[in-house]
Nanobody
Framework: QVQLVESGGGLVQPGGSLRLSCSAS????????MNWVRQAPGKGLEWVSG?????????YYMESVKGRFTISRDDAKDTLYLQMSSLKPEDTGVYYC????????WGQGTQVAVSS
């Protein structure tokens, strides 16, 4: 079955960096757009970034993370990444890896906390 497993979250000080990973299985990873979506404490879901299929030549970002976050993928490893730099307290939340196109699947999420 389809599985998306995120990792790499943690506690980091403002200005710090984290790299999230999402290991995918159970579907043809390279054929699908992939996304990162987050949920801040007590708030709704917020789309963060998306990347096109087959090599990820096209990427999109929400305005507040442009220039700080970089989405990428390794289709040989069926893995999605989110490199986060210059982190701010408002980046705190649970980050989910989401497969789009066809049935939508979500991972279980990884917690990111930005605090001094």
């Amino acid at each position: 079955q389809v599985q998306l497993v995120e990792s790499g979250g943690g506690l980091v000080q403002p200005g710090g960096s984290l790299r999230l990973s999402c290991s995918a299985s159970g579907f043809g990873f390279k054929h699908y757009w992939m996304n990162w979506v987050r949920q801040a404490p007590g708030k709704g879901l917020e789309w963060v970034s998306g990347i096109s299929s087959a090599g990820g030549r096209t990427t999109y970002y929400m305005e507040s993370v442009k220039g700080r976050f970089t989405i990428s993928r390794d289709d040989a490893k069926d893995t999605l990444y989110l490199q986060m730099s210059s982190l701010k307290p408002e980046d705190t939340g649970v980050y989910y890896c989401v497969k789009s196109g066809g049935p939508v699947y979500w991972g279980q999420g990884t917690q990111v906390a930005v605090s001094s």
